[in-house]
């Protein structure tokens, strides 16, 4: 499977990417997967624009594989659809946990995931 090949795995995302809609339309699903796939399917429906399944999309913010909520919140910005600011800017507020986070692996993942929601929020006005 592309998941154990990354190299596989990004010429299937380039290619998604690339058919616009249609590849959009084909990932809507994989928002309920496994972690990869949802980090796939969102980067796919961020960098063709696409509000398919929204609301699933808008949901990876609450992942607990803060790669996923990076994803999530970096391709939400990409989309701009006024949907999304409040559940970003309720992952941006969290920016006083990062201290409380258990490690330095997990502090600068969540820190990541934050910051990403903060650039998102500035696409979005």
Sequence with gaps: ASEDHPPLREAVVASLIALGDA???AVESLLVGPPQ????ASRV????GSARSLDAHIALL??????????AA????LI???EAVAPLRQLAARADDLKSQPDGATREAFARAVGASIVALARLG
Aim: hydrophobic share 35%; no cysteine.
């Design 23 to 25: 590849g959009a339309a």
């Design 37 to 40: 796939r949802q980090i796939d």
């Design 45 to 48: 429906l961020g960098a063709t």
């Design 62 to 71: 609450g992942s607990n594989d803060l790669r996923v909520v990076t994803t």
């Design 74 to 77: 970096t391709s939400l910005g």
């Design 80 to 82: 701009r659809r006024i």
